[in-house]
Structures are given as C-alpha cells and as structure tokens.
C-alpha cells in the first residue's frame, strides 16, 4: 500500500460520480417517458412496476456505490467518513427493500407468479447477504465495535464481502434490465428502437459505475497512515 503503488482514487471516484449521475438520470427518462411514469398506488400496474428500477438503480446501486467510496471522495476525517459510510449503506439497503417491495407488489396485484426467476433469487440473496454484512461492518465497527487487533483483521475480509456483494448487486442489475427488455422486445417493442438502446445503454453505464467504484476502492487510501489501522 502507500504511495508507491501510484494509482490515485480520484480520478476513478470522479468518474464513479458522473456515471452515477448518468445512471440516474438514464433510468429515470426510461421509466418516466417511455414506460408511462411510477407510481405507488394505480390501476396501471406497470407503473407499480416501474419504481423497482428507479429504486433499485439510484436507492440501491448509486447510494451503495457512494457509500463504498465515501473514504477516497471525501476530504473529511476517517471517524466522518465512517459515520458516511455506516449511514449511506443503510439508505441504500433500505431503499433496496422498498425497491423490491415494489416488484412484488406489482406481481401481486396483476396475478404473477412471485420469484420465478434467476434475476429474483439472486436478488434477494443479494439483498440478504448486504443486511448481514451492515450488521457485522456495524458490530465490529462503530457499536459495540471489536478490539482494535480483531477490526485490524476482520478488515480484509469487510471489504472483500463488501465488494463481492456489490459486484452481485451490480450483476443482479445487469439481469434485470436484460429480463425485462427481453419482455418488452417479445411483445413488440423495436430491438434497434430508441427504448432498446437506453435500456441497453442504461445497463452499460451500470457496468462501468461498478467497475470505477471497485477500482477505486482497491486504490491506496491513507499516505500517512496507510499501516496503522489504529483509527478504525
Ligand atoms: C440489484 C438490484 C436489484 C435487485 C436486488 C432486484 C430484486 C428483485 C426481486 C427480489 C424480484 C422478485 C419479485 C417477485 O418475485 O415478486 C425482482 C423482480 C423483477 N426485477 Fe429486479 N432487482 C434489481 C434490479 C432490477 C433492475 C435494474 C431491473 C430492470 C428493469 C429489474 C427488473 C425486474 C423484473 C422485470 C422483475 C419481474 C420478473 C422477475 O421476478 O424476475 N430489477 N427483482
Ligand atoms: C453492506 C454494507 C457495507 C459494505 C458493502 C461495505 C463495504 C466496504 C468496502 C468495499 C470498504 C473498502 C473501502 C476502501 O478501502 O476504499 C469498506 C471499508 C470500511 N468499512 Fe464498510 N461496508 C459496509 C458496512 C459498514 C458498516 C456498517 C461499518 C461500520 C462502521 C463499516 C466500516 C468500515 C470501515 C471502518 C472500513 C475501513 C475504512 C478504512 O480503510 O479506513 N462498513 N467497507
């Protein structure tokens, strides 16, 4: 670690954060102006439908991709940092499940069978695996928080779990978008359309966010402090 390694974060979190922002705004103008807008309660049950992408793309993916770079794009101190890594987690693990409770809730409603899918096992298993690794991060780290030589080693396997999960969340996406255009295009939606290309797009900005947010949480982050782990 240190210095030596000479690949900077913040062109990779900057990066990170553009992509994000695209994403947001791609999946937005896709359920918006092309699939007829969201909404929480509506005799249309697509529009129910449609809040599981928004959420899960800009509560889930984009909140925990914020969260896992909080300590490379912020200029503040580690404790900061920790509390805005600990608290942009839970947002997004929250808007998660709400995001998923709008799949079911759409399925429920218009008849469909629930979790028949690749696409929904591996989701809630992702979902699933995100609480436990809070729960530990949050046990070992902040309340009660372990001996300073257990969070010394425990810390390898946190962010290995954490960007595992991540990658699954990002993968996990990448099947949702592919499932749900492959029911759009089987009921008549044009395959070179406009629509095919923001969804395929949409998901290709996805792609490149998990790999920006990755790379720049394997960058060196602590100069100075790079091994003593004393403050975490
Ligand atoms: C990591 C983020 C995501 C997770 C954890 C997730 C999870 C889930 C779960 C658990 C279900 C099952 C609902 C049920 O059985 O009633 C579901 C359904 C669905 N999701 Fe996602 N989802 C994610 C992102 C997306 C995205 C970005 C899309 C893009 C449109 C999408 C499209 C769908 C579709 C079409 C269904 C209904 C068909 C099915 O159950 O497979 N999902 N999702
Ligand atoms: C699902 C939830 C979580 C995920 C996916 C996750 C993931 C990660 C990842 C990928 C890193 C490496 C970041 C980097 O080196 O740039 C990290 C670091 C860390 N996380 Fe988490 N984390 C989660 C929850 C928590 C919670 C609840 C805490 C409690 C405070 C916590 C405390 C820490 C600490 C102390 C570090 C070390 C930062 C440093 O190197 O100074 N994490 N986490």
């Not at 699939?35 to 899960?56: Q, T, W, Y």
Request: net charge neutral; glycine share 8%; hydrophobic share 55%.
């Amino acid at each position: 670690m240190g210095g030596s390694v000479g690949v900077r974060p913040l062109p990779f979190t900057f990066a990170a954060h553009v992509l994000a922002a695209a994403a947001a705004v791609m999946v937005l103008v896709w359920n918006i102006h092309f699939r007829g807008g969201l909404a929480f309660e509506s005799s249309n049950k697509n529009l129910i439908f449609n809040v599981h992408p928004v959420l899960m793309i800009i509560g889930f993916i984009i909140m925990g991709s914020e969260a896992i770079m909080s300590y490379k794009s912020f200029p503040w101190s580690r404790e900061v940092n920790k509390m805005v890594h600990l608290i942009l987690h839970a947002i997004a693990l929250v808007l998660g499940a709400f995001g998923i409770y709008f799949a079911f809730k759409n399925h429920n409603e218009s008849g469909i069978a629930n979790l028949y899918s690749l696409h929904s096992w591996v989701g809630l298993g992702t979902i699933c695996l995100y609480g436990i690794q809070w729960i530990f991060g949050f046990v070992t780290y902040f309340f009660p928080g372990a001996q300073p030589s257990v969070r010394r080693n425990v810390l390898p396997l946190h962010v290995f779990f954490g960007l595992f999960v991540y990658i699954l969340a990002i993968a996990n996406a990448e099947l949702g978008f592919l499932e749900k255009l492959t029911f759009l295009e089987s009921t008549g939606l044009p395959k070179y359309g406009p629509e095919a290309f923001l969804v395929n797009f949409t998901a290709l900005v996805v792609i490149l966010l998990g790999v920006t947010v990755v790379i720049s949480a394997a960058t060196p982050a602590h100069t100075e402090d790079s091994l003593s782990y004393s403050a975490i």
